[in-house]
């Protein structure tokens, strides 16, 4: 089974620019949440999506989005770029389920660096 | 509040035991888990542990729980150079899902 796959792995954007990163789940995980991590603040959960449905989020200004597709795949994007957005971001995709264990399968993240 | 907290570096030499620990806050917290980061890599799930257990074994992994107290531990038996890593340690937030709160990492360092 393949796992997580996340595009693209490395990226470099300037400040006010904007970014699109995107996230293939595991097949049949139709749970798909996003951190961000940094070496201050280490991991930090941005959103998460379940059947297309942002189902939590976490304390990050309006600039970060994303959304799901019907086929799991989601993506986010970040409006806007400041300086501190430069970080690797994580997706991290679950079954779900009655005896789920909360397991996340994470992808290898994509590293966003904003000049 | 909310974090989750652990020392940031463990340096121990190969054959040793190392001892990863962990204070957590959320004791409505169903699971709570250890992930292992390499170098240039995602997140992996080394184990977890249910919240009514006191301790789980795997292989050369200990996990002792303490809910009294809130606090976690991972014990890596006979610990080897390919260990070197970072450990998070991380509890689910009020039983969601897909919302983990991690810990900062301990970075272990193995030296031969």
């Known amino acids: 089974k393949a796992g997580v796959t996340q595009t693209p792995r490395y990226l470099i954007k300037t400040r006010g620019q904007q970014v699109t990163l995107s996230c293939s789940p595991i097949s049949g995980h139709r749970s798909v949440s996003w951190y961000q991590q940094t070496p201050g603040q280490g991991l930090q959960f941005l959103f998460e999506y379940f059947s297309e449905t942002q189902r939590n989020k976490g304390n990050f200004p309006g600039r970060f989005s994303g959304r799901q597709f019907s086929n799991s795949r989601s993506e986010m994007n970040v409006s806007t770029l400041e300086l501190g957005d430069s970080a690797l971001y994580l997706c991290?995709?679950?079954?779900?389920?009655?005896?789920?264990?909360?397991?996340?399968?994470f992808g290898e993240g994509s590293r966003l660096t904003v000049l | 509040g909310e974090d989750v907290e652990q020392s940031l570096f463990l340096s121990v030499r190969e054959g040793d035991s190392s001892v990863i620990n962990c204070t957590y806050t959320d004791s409505s917290s169903t699971y709570l888990y250890w992930y292992k980061q390499e170098p240039g890599a995602g997140l992996q799930l080394l184990t977890y542990?249910?919240?009514?257990?006191d301790m789980k074994q795997d292989q050369r992994l200990t996990v002792l729980l303490n809910k009294k107290d809130k606090h976690l531990s991972l014990r890596i038996a006979d610990t080897q150079t390919g260990d070197s890593a970072i450990y998070f340690c991380?509890?689910?937030?009020?039983?969601?899902?897909?919302?983990?709160?991690f810990g900062k990492g301990t970075k272990l360092s193995v030296k031969p």
């Open positions: 991290a995709s679950t079954p779900r389920g009655a005896s789920y264990t909360g397991e996340l399968f």
């Open positions: 542990i249910f919240s009514n257990m």
């Open positions: 991380a509890e689910s937030k009020g039983g969601s899902q897909g919302n983990l709160i």
